[in-house]
């Protein structure tokens, strides 16, 4: 006859305790959220390019608003891109030639492949210098170090940009994970008390319909520019945020 194992009584959590953490030394859940990385900042994001391809294809206009400590600073550069395997569509819709040559003050004859000039920033005594890609993916690495991107299809923007950072010494130092505002917003109205149908919006969500949904009206930016798409993901945020009784400003972001 096999002897019988002692009984033993193992204490377990109720089951809608299962999976919290435990307070040390108590068996207790802990009331404390789980530990986080490092405090970290906002940067909404949106690139004007090339093409869609990140093989062949480049940014020539860049903004980032940086959200830090309740204040936003604002960014934005211009940069000649190779246009040898430019996809001519991509070009229209951001009216490459009738921007650039514009900003930048040049016909192309004397602005070579790789310069550019700096659209905002803090200090607004730079607008029109002229930077190298070089510098402005430098700039642009520190203002993505530990931060969490927002945008309109940010993750577009991330991998244009992982690549074109890389050709010029630097990396994709923010969050692997972006933030889609329009995501965001479709969870958002599709799942709160507005009660919105999810055949009503469809799948995938219209980013300008969610936009107006979200009380943000898409017209009153400039579309297809850089710094306009990045304002417009901004605001997009804030309203989610209002409309979750939150103040956008002072949400921390951690990671």
Same mark, same amino acid.
């Given at each position: 006859?096999?002897?019988?194992?002692?009984?033993?009584?193992?204490?377990?959590?109720?089951?809608?305790?299962?999976?919290?953490?435990?307070?040390?030394?108590?068996?207790?859940?802990?009331?404390?959220?789980?530990?986080?990385?490092?405090?970290?900042?906002?940067?909404?994001?949106?690139?004007?390019?090339?093409?869609?391809?990140?093989?062949?294809?480049?940014?020539?206009?860049?903004?980032?608003?940086?959200?830090?400590?309740?204040?936003?600073?604002?960014?934005?550069?211009?940069?000649?891109?190779?246009?040898?395997?430019?996809?001519?569509?991509?070009?229209?819709?951001?009216?490459?030639?009738?921007?650039?040559?514009?900003?930048?003050?040049?016909?192309?004859?004397?602005?070579?492949?790789?310069?550019?000039n700096i659209m905002?920033?803090?200090?607004?005594?730079?607008?029109?210098? +002229? $930077?190298? *890609? &070089?510098?402005?993916?430098?700039?642009?690495?520190?203002? %993505?170090?530990?931060?969490?991107?927002? =945008?309109?299809?940010?993750?577009?923007?991330?991998d244009m940009l992982?690549?074109?950072?890389?050709?010029?010494? +630097? $990396?994709? *130092? &923010?969050?692997?994970?972006?933030?889609?505002?329009?995501? %965001?917003?479709?969870?958002?109205?599709? =799942?709160?008390?507005?009660?919105?149908?999810?055949?009503?919006?469809?799948?995938?969500?219209?980013?300008?319909?969610?936009?107006?949904?979200?009380?943000?009206d898409p017209a009153?930016?400039?579309?297809?520019?850089?710094?306009?798409?990045?304002?417009?993901?901004?605001?997009?945020?804030?309203?989610?945020?209002?409309?979750?009784?939150?103040?956008?400003?002072?949400?921390?972001?951690?990671?």
């Amino acid at each position: 006859m096999t002897p019988r194992r002692p009984y033993r009584h193992v204490l377990r959590p109720p089951r809608h305790q299962l999976g919290r953490p435990v307070a040390r030394g108590t068996g207790r859940p802990s009331t404390s959220p789980p530990e986080r990385g490092t405090m970290t900042k906002l940067v909404f994001l949106d690139t004007e390019t090339t093409g869609l391809n990140p093989d062949l294809h480049e940014p020539w206009e860049i903004a980032a608003i940086v959200r830090s400590g309740g204040r936003d600073q604002e960014y934005a550069w211009i940069v000649r891109p190779d246009l040898t395997h430019a996809d001519p569509n991509a070009l229209r819709i951001s009216q490459f030639y009738e921007r650039f040559y514009n900003w930048s003050g040049s016909d192309g004859t004397d602005c070579p492949v790789g310069v550019g000039n700096i659209m905002m920033s803090p200090d607004h005594e730079d607008y029109g210098d +002229q $930077v190298t *890609a &070089a510098q402005i993916a430098h700039t642009l690495a520190e203002l %993505l170090n530990q931060a969490v991107v927002v =945008g309109v299809n940010p993750a577009f923007d991330r991998d244009m940009l992982r690549p074109w950072l890389r050709r010029h010494g +630097q $990396v994709w *130092a &923010a969050h692997y994970r972006t933030v889609d505002v329009t995501t %965001l917003g479709w969870g958002q109205l599709t =799942g709160g008390p507005q009660g919105y149908a999810l055949h009503t919006m469809g799948i995938p969500a219209s980013s300008q319909e969610v936009s107006l949904m979200l009380r943000v009206d898409p017209a009153k930016y400039e579309r297809h520019t850089a710094l306009g798409d990045a304002r417009w993901a901004r605001d997009q945020w804030d309203a989610i945020a209002r409309a979750s009784g939150l103040d956008p400003e002072a949400i921390e972001v951690a990671w």
